[in-house]
């Protein structure tokens, strides 16, 4: 089956929200690194860390699936709610960021 130019870029939005997943992820690990290094995180700080994953898991999913599948009826399905969790994701990280930014 021959991959169509909407294929890829659908493809390419998977690939950018599992980058965008993936700097989540190396936000979490620098913090459990400073946790293990004696750094002081309170609570709050804890779960606004936490919040876009609430977003994040989703795009993920939706993302492995735009690059498991050759169906183009899933593709249509599921690109755009895999690019509109990654972006509620990368909000939610900025703004969290920004907000405990401020509270200091």
Known sequence: MAVTAATQIRRWIGTLV???V???VV???AG???AFQGARFPLLNVMVA???GCAFVPAAFFSIQLHRTDDTVTL???WSKALVYGIAGTILLI???YGLYAMR
């Open 27 to 29: 936000v979490l690990i």
């Open 22 to 24: 993936f700097v989540w």
């Open 18 to 20: 599992l980058f965008l």
């Open 50 to 52: 936490l919040i876009p």
């Open 95 to 97: 703004g969290g960021a």
């Open 32 to 34: 459990i690194a400073g």
């Open 76 to 78: 249509d399905r599921i």
